[in-house]
């Protein structure tokens, strides 16, 4: 693809050069890890030295439980079976055997302190890729019984305790880079434990839920690098730039020591961050902005409180239900949101209700949906799957005695379904107070506005419900006709369009008539070259991941509100885009 091959090129010393999109701000520089999808799925994790026999015992003995289950298939199998049904279990009883395997699985565990299940996946898609490229048919085809022998050992070690670390920081401290082609939002989440320094997805957007992960793990990332998976080795020395989206392949001693002390100062700026934490949220003029927080996971509103988060503006309670095969009963998800709730000290909590669909997909479900942006997702498939919503409602009302709750709903595109919703929250409020169980009595209600309809015609919604909150990943995305997380098209995607400036001012607009409160809980907020912008459109509650919240006080501190309020309401019926230039 012509595209795809603009992106990498070399330097006059040859060392490979890729440019990609930086999403997540930060320098990185270690070793690459080449992930295919399959070893995406597996748990991540290095394991302590001194459990690394350990690691090695608990993948031979399910290696050996694996050939002993084929060995007995084989011998069991009736007269009438395929003949070749034989020798296929005979060709896996041999990989099962196979020394190579076993051997070069067992080093990556001992010299990489990899666990087993992504040593097994890393050794196993290099075979797979070594027998692909073979010229024999027949040997190309062993390819898929690798795969499908690795599958029986995965699913025999899940079945096993995985060793689990305590001692995690001690093994293996070389830094590890990700280099794949695209990442799910659900496998990031199984990837943060292995404590990467650094993400590279050959596709991706800057508001891919990818890159939303990444963000919250304040991990540099760089996405749609096009073919750079295919380019790259394991063990290939990286250095990624997370601001340019530049990336580079075993660089000369020169480039690598210019980058260290890149990190080195970009690491002392972060520091020197900190001392705004306590300074209060107020423009130049006098105008307090909110800071609140997004979260993924309970743990993370931690974060939150420690980057001096006045709450959190939107908990995605989707990634609860994501990288698992059975859905979190109403208890599991009592005690996620009590622990937030609990944990945030009686700030403001908003937890968004199920957003699942598109990209966020749950195990097992297949999307069969001509274009699941449209689909049936959020608010949509929470209507259309009562018990489900009833589970989370029930569980977000009885947390909601634990701290102050705000329920925020997403993909809202009409009042119909704001009704329904209220509906179905009364539902779960009658149904707990007929066990006797009590929720708090200010729980307020607010809608995402992503679907530009509800943008348009925002009046009745500013006017019934008591907050909105802006999602400009979306609402930028169905706007512009842009897939969010789709490399090809990512330039096309622009939060300074005149379209989606107007819009953001009229829904700010609104609630100010309304006397609603509007925030903006996209990426647009967490971006401190848009924080200037944003001011200037009237906005004045923020939400972002913790690691984002200084960078944009610091631009907040710096401004003054009202002098970019009459600047961008002068730009703001140009037909072409703001120049954020204006703007300093
Ligand atoms: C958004 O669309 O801007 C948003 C915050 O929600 P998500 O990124 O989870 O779709
Ligand atoms: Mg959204």
Redesign the pocket.
Known sequence: MQEATQRICTTPSAMLCAQGQGVVRGYAIGRAVVMGAAALEVPHYRVAVEVVEQECVRLCAAMDKARDEVTALASGLPLDAPKEMASLLGVHVLLLDDPQLRAQTMALIRERFYNAEWALTTQGQLLQEQFSAMEDEYLRERGADIRQVIERVLLLLSGGQPLTLNALDQAGDEPLIVVARDIAPADMMGLREAKFAAFLTDLGGP?S?TA?VARSMAVPAVVGLGNFRSLVRDGDMLIVDGFTGAVMVNPSALVLEEYRQKQAEFAQARASLASLRDAPSVTLDGIAVHLEANIELPEEAEHALAAGAQGIG?F?SEFLFMGRSTLPDEEEQFHAYKAVLEAMQGKPVTIRTL?IGADKVLDGEQTVATNPALGLRAVRYCLANPDLFQTQLRALLRASAHGTLRILV?MISSIKEVIAVRQAISEAKQSLAAQGITVASNIQLGA?V?VPAIAIAIEPFAETLDFLSI?????IQYIMAVDRGDSEVADLYDPQHPAVLRVIAQTINAGERFNTPVSV??EMAGDPTLTRLLLGLGLTRFSMHAAQLLDVKREIVTAHSNALRTKVAGALNRAERLDLAILH
């Not at 999602?471 to 609402?475: A, R, S």
Request: charged share 25%; aromatic share 0%.
């Open positions: 508001t839920h939303i939107l995605r957003d997403p995402m992503e999602g400009t990943n979306d609402l809980c996209g």
